[in-house]
């Protein structure tokens, strides 16, 4: 059974720091790349950041580059996202995804609340 599992979401004061985890189970996630996605309310689903499946090229969204670090242990099976200096802009539910070209395996999503 594929499962992707996210956790480490919550709610954090602007400036705060959040460590997402994305746990995985039922399928080769050595060989996928891994990736961060969020959707605001009233928004489209966007991507935040992806990393290759050696995690030797990773991507990042203009709007987190230099404050978001995605990173993945393929002996855990798991991806990371380290989430620094967030801004309430942030605040949405993020999902990691897993596919070869594009996502095809999707978690169900943890929620990110960026607030004073």
């Known amino acids: 059974q594929v499962q992707l599992v996210e956790s480490g979401g919550g709610l954090v004061q602007p400036g705060g720091s959040l460590r997402l985890s994305c746990a995985t189970s039922?399928?080769?996630?050595?060989?996928?790349?891994g990736s961060w996605y969020r959707q605001a309310p009233g928004k489209e689903r966007e991507l935040v950041a992806s990393?290759?499946?050696?995690?030797?090229?990773?991507n990042y969204a203009r709007s987190v580059k230099g404050r978001f670090t995605i990173s993945r242990d393929n002996a855990k099976n798991t991806v990371y996202l380290q989430m620094n200096s967030l801004k309430p802009e942030d605040t949405a539910v993020y999902y990691c995804?897993?596919?070869?070209?594009?996502?095809?395996?999707w978690g169900q999503g943890t929620q990110v609340t960026v607030s004073s």
């Open positions: 995804a897993a596919g070869k070209k594009v996502p095809v395996l």
């Open positions: 039922g399928f080769t996630f050595s060989t996928y790349t």
């Open positions: 990393i290759t499946n050696t995690g030797d090229i990773t």
